[in-house]
Structures are given as C-alpha cells and as structure tokens.
C-alpha cells in the first residue's frame, strides 16, 4: 500500500489545518501547487530547513491511528433523552468506494430496532475507501456542527 494510502488525503489535510487541528503528525503533505505535491515521512528537525522558505505548504498527513485519538468515543447531543449518548463506531465493508464507514450510534436503541425508522439511531456517517478519510470527514463534520471543540494551545 502506497504512503499516500495510508494517510488522509491532502484536501482533508488542509480542511483539518483550517479548522483548527495542530495535532503534530509523522506524515506531512508538501504542496507547492496542483501539479506538484507528494507525502513523506518527515522526522521532526532541530534545526528549521531553508527550503520551506521558498514557497513550500506543510499540511500534517495524518494516518488513522491519529485521527482516532481526535475523536471522542462519545457524543452527548444534549437532546431528546434517553436518546442523547452516541458512540463511535467504524465499520468496514466490501465495497471499494465505500470500504470504511465511521458513524456514531445511539447507545439507547435496542439491537433489533437498529432498522427501525423512528429511532434517532445516528446523527449522522462519513465513509471513504481510505480509513484516514473516513475519519478526517468525521472529526470536520463534528467541528463544523460544534459537536466538539478544538483545544486551545
């Protein structure tokens, strides 16, 4: 499996950047245009490298192992209890296009009910053939709907 498969991908890199996610990562994406981009293993410098100067962007390319640790293993929506507590939950599939599915399932719904329609049994699902993906779209759409907050360093 290529490098740039095992990471999330560069759109996801800088959403994650411009929400506000400084975790530091083993990967970056270097990007100096459309044409010219590529992810490596960057091993963290004492000394700052000249060449970042000229014009190079450096996104953290995050692989799955550290995207789970962004993301909370519950979620309290604050509404409609018992039905309020949702719990992480990855699946993998045999599709390609979608392979892994990254959802957040009510803790209060029975197992037999998982397919009934008049239960609230998630709030929402991101899914990729790339698990990074998957879970990067996850952390955005928790962050865009304040679902849970970035830090503050």
Sequence with gaps: MKLSEEVCSLEMAIKLKELG??????????YVDEKCYGVKFIPHAVVPNPI????IKIY???NA???INILPPCIDIKTDCPFNYFWLQIEKRTAENIKYIVRYLCDSIPGEEINNPHFKVQFTHTYSSNLSDALAKMIIYLIEEKLIEIPKD
Excluded: R, T
């Design 21 to 30: 996610i400084l975790e530091e990562s083993v990967f970056v994406w270097e």
């Design 52 to 55: 970042f100067e000229h014009g």
């Design 60 to 62: 953290p390319a995050y």
């Design 65 to 67: 192992s550290e995207l």
